[in-house]
């Protein structure tokens, strides 16, 4: 009898109706003979509503109470689903994040996975109850509440399945597997059987919401096997595995777009030594993620640096270069936030220079424009205009002609 680790994601639960459907999926799972647990988020579009309250009392939520708040939104999840469960009979306990022994940093909002004591699941395991976990969430070393990030509920799963030496760990989402790209913008987007995991990193990093990035490189160090499919039919999904047991390495193997994304320019600083580093510091100190970076070709003595960070960090980038503008002697500086970073990805590219060339060529034809670019062994990302994002990833798509059967 193997451990199987489900992962079910808001919209699975999104009403009493859906979470009576999960139910009867892990109760089918535990009839096939094995032990279960399941990891839940938040229903719907809940943890956003919980955002939206938090908001509504302050503009500076404090990190340790957002936590304490987004965290009850899977504690509602896995109390109903344990009870829907019950209602059919079979044993069953619900835990939180610190009641399933997952212990985190103290990074509150984006804390990250340290430990997990699973004695408790191994307990609850051995008396024979299935155990819906509360995804998302954990407790520091001193018992404070924490949160793993958007998506979080990913990373969960894989831990989980990880310190329990489960089969596979499942995850349940609203498509059937991981995409060409987001089925939602492209209608011709093809399901892949199978991903790489420096792949499917690059996907989740670039933008693709199916698996949040932590979980895939979690997935990738422990070396777990991952299947992505839907909780609203029984199609096969999509598994995430070692390059080497894939049947073939693709060119390209997705397009991947990201909205969290804003621009900062500041121009007329110092074509000096230095000030690339003073630059990046300052942001680095912050604990601000700087994506993309290009220094222009200088004009006369000075030039110009560009950089893109998530929105949430724009405000406080656009401080300290403000702050820097006057220290550096700089011109000026300017925000964009109107943008989408639109990425290929795929482990064949390496060695194909013909690759940006039919990139770049798709969106010119388009008439997009491409504001930055930047590159590396297998992906190549270009920022363009917020409006014109999805038919960006549109003709990519279809210049690689992803739609198209292997
Ligand atoms: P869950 O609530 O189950 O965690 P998410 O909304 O986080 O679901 O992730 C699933 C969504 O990811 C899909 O509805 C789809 O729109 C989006 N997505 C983006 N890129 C891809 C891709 N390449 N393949 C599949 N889904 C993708
Ligand atoms: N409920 C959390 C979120 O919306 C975690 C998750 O869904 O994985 O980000
Ligand atoms: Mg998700």
Excluded: W
Aim: net charge negative; charged share 25%; glycine share 8%.
């Amino acid at each position: 009898m193997g451990i199987v680790v489900q992962k079910f994601g808001g919209s699975s639960v999104a009403s009493p109706e859906h979470i009576k459907n999960v139910a009867q999926r892990i109760i089918e799972t535990k009839e096939q003979g094995n032990q279960v647990i399941t990891v839940v988020s938040a229903m719907g579009d809940s943890t956003d509503d919980l955002l939206a309250l938090a908001n509504a009392i302050t503009k500076n939520p404090p990190h340790r109470e957002m936590d304490m708040l987004l965290a009850t939104g899977e504690q509602v999840s896995i109390s109903l689903l344990s009870m829907a469960i019950k209602e059919r009979g079979y044993n069953v306990v619900s835990l939180t994040g610190a009641q399933a022994g997952i212990y985190t940093d103290d990074i509150h909002k984006k804390a990250k996975i340290t430990r997990i004591d699973n004695d408790r699941l191994q307990k609850e395991l051995d008396s024979g109850k299935i155990i819906i976990v509360a995804g998302f969430q954990g407790k520091t070393e001193a018992g404070e509440i924490t949160t793993l990030g958007r998506g979080g509920s990913d990373t969960t799963a894989v831990a989980i399945a990880t310190a329990v030496g489960a089969e596979v760990c499942e995850i349940y989402t609203d498509v059937d597997g991981v995409y060409t790209t987001d089925p939602r913008i492209v209608s011709n987007a093809r399901k892949l059987d199978s991903i790489s995991y420096d792949e499917m990193l690059e996907l989740a990093s670039l933008g693709a919401l199916v698996l949040q990035t932590r979980a895939v490189e979690y997935t990738k160090k422990h070396n777990v096997r991952i299947c992505v499919r839907s909780s609203f039919n029984h199609n096969k999904g999509t598994i995430v595995e070692e390059a080497s047991l894939m049947k073939k390495t693709r060119l390209v193997s997705g397009v991947a777009h990201d909205l969290d994304v804003a621009k900062v320019t500041i121009y007329g600083v110092p074509d000096i030594p230095g000030i690339a580093q003073r630059v990046f510091k300052s942001l680095a100190e912050a604990a601000i993620n700087v994506d993309m970076i290009v220094q222009s070709n200088p004009k006369g003595d000075r030039n110009d640096i560009s950089f893109t960070v998530g929105l949430d960090d724009r405000n406080r980038a656009m401080e300290l270069m403000e702050d820097l503008k006057i220290k550096l002697g700089a011109e000026g500086v300017t925000l964009r936030d109107n943008l989408a970073k639109i990425s290929i990805v795929g482990a064949g590219m390496q060695s194909n220079a013909g690759v940006a060339a039919n990139m770049f060529e798709a969106l010119a034809e388009a008439d997009i424009n491409i504001e930055l670019i930047t590159t590396s062994e297998i992906k190549i990302s270009c920022l363009v205009e917020l409006d014109q994002s999805k038919k960006a990833v549109q003709v990519i798509h279809d210049k690689f002609r992803l739609g198209d059967e292997d």
